[in-house]
């Protein structure tokens, strides 16, 4: 769906009636722009779905928590019109990834960006689709264009390493249980009574 700012068409509005009912040539040569400039916007986004191609790239599947995540984004313009404040708008990371940047894409040209975001939780994300949101390049319409992506990546828990302290500390408790026969109980369970064995039933 392509949409026009309100204060543009409110603009055009009141061109096209001064037009008719008035018709000076400053009016005329005005709305002449104006309209112009409708066109233009018009066509372009309405061709913009079939002349932009879209697709990401990630180069590892696999990462941790808070490990910097590279995601690579190709363009490819193959139209004759610009489009200004191209927005990346991802469904598949939660709202605190940094994921949105802004660029124009020229004319029959190609574009390489970088998108980079950390990942706050593990799990499997899955790149089903995005958005892109284009203007015109007189900034008066916009549209959004939906794109399909299929790729998976997974995010792991990332390992932490104890202070020496407190591994030292866990050490010593575990080799005392383990040489105190009284608070040591093996895995088996094989020494407890039968009411103790009934009373956890």
Sequence with gaps: MIKFKLSFIITLALLISAYYFYGKETINSLFLVFLLMFLVSLLSLLFSKRCIISNL????????????????????????????????????????????????????????????????????????????????????????INFNNNFTFTVYPKSIKLPMEIEKLMDNVSNFYKNNSDTYTSVSYTHLRAHETSAHL
Excluded: C, W
Excluded at 85 to 109: A, H, Q, Y
């Design 57 to 144: 790239n990630l180069k590892s599947k696999n990462f941790f928590t808070g490990e910097n995540i590279k995601i690579s984004l190709h363009f490819h313009n193959r139209s004759p019109f610009l489009y200004s404040n191209v927005n990346f708008v991802s469904n598949f990371i939660d709202t605190k990834g940094n994921l949105n940047e802004r660029v124009t894409l020229m004319p029959f040209k190609k574009l390489d960006i970088q998108l980079n975001f950390k990942a706050s939780s593990r799990g499997i994300y899955n790149a089903k689709n995005y958005l892109l949101e284009i203007h015109d390049l007189f900034l008066i319409a916009s549209r959004k």
